[in-house]
């Protein structure tokens, strides 16, 4: 079974409006951390994002905020006032906590395009 | 204000030949994590390293790669007699000693490596 699933491989949005791209997630562990990562067409992964699974309030990084559902097993990223440097390929990826191990387990991405 | 380093940021080999991608974390970081990306890919872990240390090589193929991270110096990822399916992005994240929490891997920009 997959670990971290992004259902959405192409997303389309107009400059200024909000866009929501799914992660839904699968892991028996009771902490884990949700992550995600940008990764332009230069290549480079960046940062966004982070969720703890104890932490009790979504997380928000300026125009990124994390819609956190634990029940549902689902960690869905909303950019706000899409701008066109947001065109780019988008990672969820998940931390479980089996002692002292952190490797990251990745979704396959969605390819998000701001129109003009 | 360095942060991951990792090069060549390119490389092309011919089948049969050796790889070696080198992989400077951030100063200070002592955890070190390789991750592969094949085209139209999310990344997958390969190994987890410390100083001196593999932790987890449960993404490694058994056979040709191998992994270091020495007291002094890069990491270092060998792929030995490359073969066409090696031609990936190779990424390297590094992390600090503390455990848990919303720290984050850092990425370095990768090495795309080409085999002919």
């Known amino acids: 079974a997959q670990k971290i699933t992004q259902t959405q491989p192409g997303m389309f949005v107009q400059e200024k409006e909000a866009v929501t791209l799914d992660c839904t997630y699968d892991?028996?562990?009771?902490?884990?951390?949700l992550f995600w990562y940008k990764q332009p067409s230069s290549g480079e992964m960046i940062f966004l994002i982070y969720?703890?699974?104890?932490?009790?309030q979504n997380a928000t990084e300026g125009r990124y905020s994390l819609n956190f559902q634990k029940a549902r097993k689902s960690a869905n990223l909303v950019i706000s006032a899409s701008q066109l440097g947001d065109s780019a390929m988008y990672f969820c990826?998940?931390?479980?906590?089996?002692?002292?191990?952190?490797?990251?387990?990745f979704g396959k991405g969605t390819l998000l395009t701001v129109n003009p | 204000n360095a942060g991951v380093m990792q090069n060549p940021r390119h490389l092309v080999r011919r089948r049969g030949q050796e790889a070696r991608l080198r992989c400077s974390p951030v100063?200070?970081?002592?955890?070190v994590y390789w991750y592969r990306q094949l085209p139209e890919e999310g990344l997958k872990f390969m190994v987890y390293?410390?100083?001196?240390?593999?932790?987890?090589e449960s993404g490694m193929p058994k056979e040709r790669f191998s992994a270091e991270f020495p007291k002094e110096g890069p990491s270092i990822l060998r792929i030995q007699q490359v073969v066409r399916g090696d031609s990936a992005a190779y990424f390297c994240?590094?992390?600090?000693?503390?455990?848990?929490?919303?720290?984050?891997?850092?990425f370095g920009p990768g090495t795309r490596l080409t085999v002919t």
């Open positions: 994240a590094s992390s600090p000693q503390t455990s848990g929490g919303s720290y984050e891997q850092y």
């Open positions: 892991t028996s562990d009771q902490s884990y951390g």
């Open positions: 969720q703890g699974s104890y932490d009790e």
């Open positions: 990826a998940m931390r479980e906590d089996p002692g002292s191990n952190y490797k990251l387990t």
């Open positions: 100063k200070g970081h002592s955890h």
């Open positions: 390293l410390q100083k001196e240390n593999i932790i987890d």
